[in-house]
């Protein structure tokens, strides 16, 4: 199982993370923050699981490439 995780107030909305895994992020034309799509929301914390493995890979480039470090991606 995938699971995503984003910090969403702590996004700069630099965008790179919809660059490298637009089936999991988007930019919010409200706010100009990314939104993780699908996700649920705990205080602040959005979350997706995922049993398809597929997209873990552009996950994780999303993850190291996020400048405020706000995106976990942890398969378990
Ligand atoms: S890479 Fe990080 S800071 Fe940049 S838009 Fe995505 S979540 Fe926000």
């Known amino acids: 199982m995938i699971v995503i995780t984003l910090q969403r107030a702590k996004c700069i909305g630099c965008n790179y993370c919809v660059e490298l895994a637009p ?4 930019m919010s034309k409200k706010d100009g923050k990314s939104v993780l799509l699908h996700s649920s929301n ?4 959005y979350t997706i699981k995922s049993p398809d493995e597929s997209i873990l890979e552009n996950s994780i480039k999303a993850k190291e490439a996020c400048p405020v470090k706000i995106i976990s991606v942890k398969n378990i």
């Open 23 to 26: 089936e999991q992020f988007q």
């Open 42 to 45: 705990k205080k602040g914390f």
